[in-house]
Every structure is written in structure tokens, then in C-alpha cells.
């Protein structure tokens, strides 16, 4: 019998429309560059609220994606109408993108449920999140059959390295939880707190870019706009090639 956690894996597309790279190409903290064109309103949702803040459902597709590790697998394409970056969002024609509402749904159900379960009330209840199952992995496997599958298909080698793939990219061992702390922080205006985990995360690991990108929003919330400036430099350095990033950069320099 299949598991049927694995469609689990679509989740993080759905929410993956704003994912780092269409956060990093939305205007600059204070409108971006005089004349410059608004992002168009968001469509088709379905799931949540048309009038959900673009800024609030950016994150939340931040965090679905983070938590299932799928950053260098598809991204939104794997759930969304069109090549990158030239997705449609709005468009239903991918049926992964389906599959992913109703588990989100499914999620919720089974949340709702947890009080009546536990005989806890509904506060002291810990929501089911993406990480409950699948804990930085697209396809959520204990360890044993992980291992199993891998060696079945490139014997013990390949087990060996999804075990050390698995390591890399659980949340308990991805700096990017750290990141997704500190978004958190600076969607509740403590900027400064989210700049202190940052940069501990900065010194663990300096070669991540959407660390920098992170502090640049910390500081974008403080108005600090010469260090957000110097936040998207420094992710530029680390990823040269992201042309949101240095898109976002232009903008904000023009704007002095």
C-alpha cells in the first residue's frame, strides 16, 4: 500500500509563490522607485484570505517551503502553471497545485481535531505544521526506511549519503530554521532581536544568502536603508547570479 504521506510533498508548492526569490523581487520597504509599478492584486485564493497582507502570505509560503526542503527542487513551478520565472500563479491547470490545498486542509481538520484527542484545550494544542511530519524533507521517511530505500536503489553508499543529505536538510540541523525564526521576529516588529539570531546564524554560516537577504528585511523594518543596502550586497556576493536580489539592490539605491 502506498504511504500517502508522500503527496505531503506538493504542500510546499502551493505556498511557494512567493517563495525567497518573488520576495526578493517585491518593491523595497516604502514603495520602491518613484513611478514604479505596484505588484499586480493577488488572485484565485483559495485557501486563504483574498485579503490576506502580500507581505504575510510571502512568509507563510516561506515557511511551507523551508519546512519541506524543497528550495532546489522545482520550486513554485513544481505546483504552478509555467517556467520560471514566468509562472502562473493563478492558474489551476497544474494539478499538484490541488493536491496541495486539500492537504493543507487535511492539516487543519486534523488540528481542529487534537483538543477533543488530548482533552487539551485548543491553546495549549501544538498546531500540525509541515516540519510535524516532514522535518526539512519532501517525502517524510523515518530514518530506517529512508536508508532502506536509498541502499535498495544504489546500495550501501547511497544510504550512507542519504543519511548525510537528510542531516543537511532537517530542521534541526538547517541554519535555515534560524531564518525562519527571525522572519518571524520581524513580522512582530522586533527587528533587533531578528538581527542578533541573524548574525549568529551569520557566523555558523556565512556563505548563506538568504541569511543576508533576512537581515536586509530586519533592517528594512528599522528604516535603515544603508544597511539594508549593504544586507542585499552581501547576499548578492554569496549569490551573484540572483538577479531579484540585484534588482532589489538597484532599486533601493536609486531611491536615495
Request: aromatic letters at 4%.
Amino acid at each position: 500500500m502506498k504511504r500517502s504521506v508522500i503527496s505531503l510533498s506538493a504542500l510546499a508548492f502551493i505556498v511557494c509563490s512567493a517563495s525567497w526569490a518573488v520576495a526578493q523581487a517585491q518593491p523595497p520597504a516604502g514603495g520602491g522607485r518613484a513611478g514604479q509599478q505596484p505588484p499586480p492584486p493577488l488572485t484565485n485564493l483559495k485557501i486563504y484570505p483574498k485579503d490576506i497582507p502580500r507581505q504575510d502570505l510571502i512568509t507563510t509560503m516561506q515557511g511551507f517551503v523551508r519546512q519541506l526542503g524543497t528550495q532546489a527542487q522545482g520550486g513554485c513551478a513544481y505546483c504552478h502553471a509555467g517556467t520560471a520565472p514566468q509562472l502562473d500563479y493563478a492558474s489551476d491547470a497544474n494539478p499538484k497545485k490541488d493536491v496541495a490545498r486539500r492537504m493543507i486542509l487535511m492539516s487543519r481538520e486534523i488540528t481542529g481535531k487534537l483538543p477533543e484527542v488530548t482533552g487539551k484545550p485548543a491553546a495549549q494544542i501544538t498546531s500540525l505544521r509541515c516540519a510535524t511530519c516532514h522535518r526539512g524533507m519532501p517525502v517524510p521517511k523515518v530514518t530506517e526506511v529512508a536508508l532502506s530505500d536509498a541502499a535498495a536503489k544504489g546500495g550501501a553508499a547511497a544510504a550512507v549519503q542519504q543519511y548525510k543529505d537528510t542531516r543537511k536538510q532537517a530542521l534541526d540541523y538547517n541554519e535555515n530554521a534560524l531564518i525562519g525564526y527571525a522572519q518571524t521576529l520581524i513580522n512582530t516588529d522586533k527587528p533587533d532581536d531578528a538581527l542578533t539570531v541573524l548574525q549568529a546564524n551569520a557566523e555558523l554560516n556565512p556563505n548563506n544568502a538568504l541569511n543576508f537577504f533576512a537581515m536586509s528585511q530586519a533592517y528594512a523594518k528599522k528604516n535603515d536603508k544603508d544597511n539594508q543596502i549593504k544586507m542585499l550586497e552581501k547576499a548578492l556576493q554569496v549569490d551573484p547570479n540572483n538577479q531579484n536580489v540585484k534588482r532589489q539592490l538597484d532599486a533601493l539605491k536609486a531611491a536615495k
